[in-house]
């Protein structure tokens, strides 16, 4: 009998190596308070397991995951799979309101979901209230096993995760910013691994360290979980060559400096290959608008094996807060692989040619003291998305009524000067609603977003759910509908997840929408969010069952 059992397994790991292969990983993550200090200051934070960053998720391509989150704060909780494709499982996607009701104190859910034809770095963090300030954590996803890298292996892999601190309860800040209608309090430091690094009025505040062997070559998996603000990366004395974003393959380039935008990933290796020492890691934010920002840079320490403690760090310059050609440079050399094994699949043939424009209002408050009766408040197309009490995605598969409209507009309701100042003779006032832009199931969408200057013109990395898309072209000042489309790169543009649309410009992408259910679309910056720089998609069911969202799992929160 066992011999047949042998013969039965060969034979199947023979016929179907790709299901033997994959494999289900079970994770089990407890949210719970933690008395952390930083900056010579503590307070309770909530964090998965009691760490912060939180713990890494790692999986293969083709495997299924299920995480056990069970509740143990006091907030209600949702966790987002940052990039994950979710193909048919949006009950896993994670955004509370969205995808989902939120789990309630002392309950569990499990996201249950399989990884599709993806491989590469990734993150998790809450989606909801402002809870990813430490709630976040490194999703890495390695190719399937015997599988290569499309570039040298590297001796050793290493995340890095920057974020963001506030001395302050995260949750207050936003309260009390929200109560008052001005913008919130800027963060008091940035974090490489959690760690700020030495800050004046602090000196016992240690950083991270990342240890080398000279003539290694290691790869990092560069993670941008900061709540409000894109980030500059660089290393004194080492160039990176980036050979991956949002867990796509590109084109390697080497830089010295990378930008990444909250919700963006970058895989760069590094190869140490200077004299043995200690090398200092800095990460800064890039603003390149009038918009207050925390202007404290993280630093490391790039530490090679032999080297004394006592040794002197070679230093090196952050770019300027506003340096936005060094970004651009950065930005303009991502090209997609587009290899015979890795082909960029651009949608050619456009179903829904879509113009959002994404920027800042102000709505009247009449208890808004602080803000004169009125309050700042961010719209797309000029509506300020209001969040619903029941799940969308629940009330489209259970035909649930006055949950949300499907009328959002897909051009802007008044055409002027974008990328100028504010309409003239017109009110900064939006419109309020929870509306949702209908997707046949596999459409093609060219969606163009235009960020206007209303306020002030600002950069913002917008978050797609559910999807990866081509970015395939970008600009400065008003998109221009018959010129601009003619210089697009539909060869090889870089495949991504969350784009950076430039601060007084444009940013063109393009998607095949050939994954079912409600997924939202956002910026990444947390206060923007907040404010209602968000709606969503819902894409039609297609033919059959395949083509059509599973059926609710059983313990799927209530509201």
Not at 25 to 38: D, I, S
Not at 255 to 278: H, M, R
Not at 487 to 499: A, G, H, Q, S, Y
Not at 525 to 548: I, Q
Request: glycine share 8%; net charge positive.
């Amino acid at each position: 009998m066992e011999s047949w059992v042998r013969f039965l397994v060969l034979f199947l790991a023979c016929l179907l190596p790709g299901l033997v292969e994959s494999r289900i990983r079970h994770y089990k993550f407890n949210v719970v308070l933690k008395n952390t200090t930083r900056l010579c200051s503590t307070k309770p934070i909530v964090t998965i397991n009691g760490q912060f960053p939180g713990p890494t998720l790692y999986a293969r391509e083709d495997d299924t995951v299920l995480v056990k989150v069970t509740n143990h704060v006091t907030y209600n909780v949702s966790i987002h799979w940052h990039g994950i494709r979710q193909l048919r499982t949006g009950w896993a996607d994670g955004p509370a309101y969205i995808t989902q009701c939120p789990i309630p104190p002392g309950q569990s859910y499990v996201y249950n979901f399989t990884i599709t034809g993806q491989r590469g770095t990734l993150l998790w963090h809450a989606h909801i209230l402002w809870l990813r300030a430490t709630v976040h954590g490194a999703l890495v996803i390695l190719p399937k096993r015997g599988v290569p890298y499309p570039f040298p292996a590297p001796h050793k892999e290493v995340n890095v995760i920057l974020a963001e601190w506030w001395k302050s309860d995260t949750e207050s800040v936003i309260n009390q910013a929200m109560s008052s209608g001005l913008a919130p309090n800027v963060s008091d430091a940035h974090t490489i691994n959690g760690h700020p690094g030495p800050v004046a009025n602090c000196s016992s505040q240690g950083g991270f360290t990342l240890p080398v062997e000279s003539g290694k070559t290691y790869l990092l998996r560069i993670i941008n979980a900061a709540l409000n603000e894109e980030l500059f990366f660089k290393i004194a004395g080492h160039k990176l060559t980036i050979v991956e974003v949002d867990a796509t393959y590109v084109k390697p380039f080497k830089t010295d400096t990378i930008v990444i935008a909250p919700g963006q990933t970058t895989n760069a290796l590094i190869t140490a290959n200077q004299k043995s020492g200690k090398y200092l890691v800095a990460a800064s934010p890039f603003m390149d608008s009038p918009i207050a920002v925390d202007n404290l840079t993280a630093t490391a320490t790039l530490h090679y094996s032999g080297t004394l403690a006592t040794t002197s760090t070679t230093l090196t310059n952050p770019p300027p807060q506003n340096a936005t050609q060094v970004a651009n440079n950065f930005i303009n050399s991502l090209k997609s692989l587009n290899s015979k094994k890795f082909p960029a699949k651009v949608p050619l043939k456009i179903d829904h040619n879509l113009f959002f424009t994404v920027g800042l209002g102000i709505n009247p408050c009449p208890t808004c003291k602080a803000g004169n009766g009125s309050r700042v408040v961010a719209s797309v197309n000029n509506v300020t998305f209001v969040m619903p009490t029941t799940a969308l995605l629940q009330a489209h598969v259970f035909n649930i009524s006055g949950v949300f409209t499907t009328d959002f507009p897909g051009n802007p309701p008044n055409t002027f000067n974008f990328s100028g100042g504010p309409p003239a003779n017109a009110s900064m006032a939006t419109t309020n609603g929870t509306k949702l832009y209908r997707l046949a199931y596999n459409s093609t969408v060219q969606l163009v977003l235009q960020d206007t200057g209303t306020i002030a013109p600002e950069n913002h990395p917008v978050h797609l759910h559910g999807y990866n898309f081509y970015s395939v072209g970008r600009g400065v000042g008003n998109y221009n509908a018959k010129k601009d489309p003619k210089k697009f790169n539909l060869v090889d543009p870089v495949e991504r997840n969350t784009v950076g649309v430039p601060s007084g410009g444009w940013a063109a992408i393009r998607f095949q929408a050939d994954n079912p259910g409600v997924w939202f679309l956002h910026c990444h910056l947390e206060v923007h969010t907040t404010w209602g720089l968000k709606m969503a998609f819902l894409v039609d069911n297609g033919k059959g069952p395949n083509e059509s969202v599973l059926p609710p799992p059983s313990d799927l929160p209530k509201c």
